[in-house]
């Protein structure tokens, strides 16, 4: 259970009575998840949920909690984060930072069909353009940076021909960033980490993305990449189920078209996609922190997926 940091319903109480919430009526531990502590939160007035941050800083948390005021205020659906009176929305609890924003509703749709990626590819779109004026930086911290300075990290937890493909897999990832084509592709604040369990869907109808704290300022290409990868792939292979592909850039298309340059890029966009999970599952299996319980993903899923990236890129044809 993603509960690194107890909190009591006393301290919860008080928080949701700072925030003029209500009375608090039930405090929740939530089972998934593995960067956070989260709780459901509910009071007399409405569900929320409490998240404490375990990693993130008291520095970097205002990019995200802001940017999902902003998207919220400009009609994207995600959770929008609750002030106190002189209207803070980065809180702390046991000197962790914390936030309460509201619950949506609705459950994750694990076993997406055409349909639940038009709905995807067609948000993100409207996300990223509702993102071009949002006025702070920070940059997708889980990019090149980190995925350089991690890959020797995890390195020796390796086989042989593993870490021929990683280490081959980061140079050209590297030499793709110093490209000038790479340098052309628009961006703005992604998501980066819009997984089918950061979105919610109440019956086939899409009510939200939620978990903005991988966000970063990054190629809107990367964001449409990591989707592709999780959305539109048969998960037992990791290959990529063509049609749900194209109705997602379909669909994203239709909203904000992908340029020329996009189409282009897409495959290797695909690869870092399949690279920073690749790279970040294998530091929490490896490396992991304390924990009630901890439940690491599976690296050798986005492992899979790189080889099958490599193997067969994809093109989408624009239609
Ligand atoms: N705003 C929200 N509305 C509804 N449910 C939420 C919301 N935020 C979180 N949840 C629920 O809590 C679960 C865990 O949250 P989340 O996925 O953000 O965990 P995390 O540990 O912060 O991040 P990660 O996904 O990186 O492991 C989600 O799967 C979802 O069921
Ligand atoms: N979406 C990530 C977990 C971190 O949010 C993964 O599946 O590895």
Known sequence: MAVFTPVTPDDAAALARRLDLGTL?????IQSGIENTNYFLTTDRGEYVLTLFERLTFEQLPFYLHLMKHLAQRGIPVPEPKGDASGEILHALYGKPTAVVDK???????????RHCEQVGAMLARMHLAGRDYPRHQPNLRGLAWWTET?????????????????DELAFQQALAASPAYAQLPRGPIHADLFRDNVMFEGDTLTGFFDFYFAGVDTWLFDIAVCLNDWCVDLATGRLDEQRAQAFCNAYDRVREITHDECRLLPALMRAGALRFWISRL????LPRDAQMLKAHDPAHFERILRERRAQPWHYLRG
């Open 104 to 114: 949506l509703r609705g459950q994750h749709q694990l076993a997406p069909d055409q």
């Open 151 to 167: 890959v020797p990290v995890v390195l020796p937890y390796l086989e042989p021909a593993q870490a021929e493909l990683i280490q």
């Open 25 to 29: 009526t039930e405090l929740r531990g």
């Open 283 to 286: 530091w929490d299996y490896h």
